[in-house]
């Protein structure tokens, strides 16, 4: 059995290596281990559920400043001792054609994509859950006098069907996505999840300022 650790790198216009935002993914091979073509199933199948994310009923979601050419799929074996080499390493499918021209939403903003494994009876359920932030909005649910910014009921209802069709894409493909837990040292296979409409924020995805206007 392989546990993997697959991310996907996703980086900006300005080429600094900082500003990236990474989603970390985990999926186990229960036999042996993934050869190369497996592994380029899993980046179609990765590929395939941002596409769609990004192609939402709202139209194109991507931000315009992603590098959408040059998103990175990368896949680690947790059993290597760190640092651990990837074992696949290549670029997912183009998400170009699904940037938008602009965006005034910032990099830390994020929609919450969250995941569990079954309830086991004595197991901690906190440990078997997972979520993916998705990064790299362009739009989202203006606020009104009556109720705040959110991620529209489409959105969600996008998202959740890409997420289905991922759990049933890589299982086809050999491929268990799970949610691994680090002080069990497990990976437990995801049942089902959901998505809220609140946003999320990840502070550490925020840029740095080029420009500052003073005053006295």
């Not at 002080?183 to 740095?208: E, F, L, Y």
Request: net charge positive.
């Amino acid at each position: 059995m392989t546990t993997l650790q697959v991310q996907i790198v996703m980086p900006y216009f300005s080429g600094v290596p900082e500003d990236v935002a990474t989603n970390v993914w985990h999926f186990v091979w229960p036999v042996g281990s993934p050869a190369a073509g497996d592994y380029a199933n899993l980046n179609a199948d990765l590929s395939f559920f941002y596409n769609s994310v990004y192609n939402n009923p709202i139209g194109a979601m991507l931000a315009s400043y992603v590098d959408g050419a040059n998103v990175r799929m990368k896949a680690y074996d947790l059993a290597d001792p760190k640092p651990r080499a990837p074992k696949y390493n290549a670029l997912l499918a183009s998400l170009n054609a699904n940037r938008s021209t602009g965006s005034a939403i910032p990099p830390e903003a994020s929609i919450c994509l969250s995941f569990q494994g079954a309830r086991t009876s004595g197991a901690s359920q906190a440990r078997r859950r997972g979520r993916i932030f998705i990064p790299a909005l362009a739009f989202l649910g203006a606020g009104t006098t009556s109720s705040f910014p959110d991620v529209p009921a489409g959105t969600r209802t996008d998202i959740a069907g890409a997420a289905t069709a991922l759990k049933t894409a890589t299982s086809g493909h050999g491929f268990l996505w799970s949610v691994y837990s680090r002080v069990d040292s497990a990976a437990i296979p995801v049942t089902d999840g959901w998505v809220d409409n609140a946003i999320d924020t990840q502070r550490r995805r925020g840029n740095k300022a080029t420009a500052r206007t003073t005053w006295s």
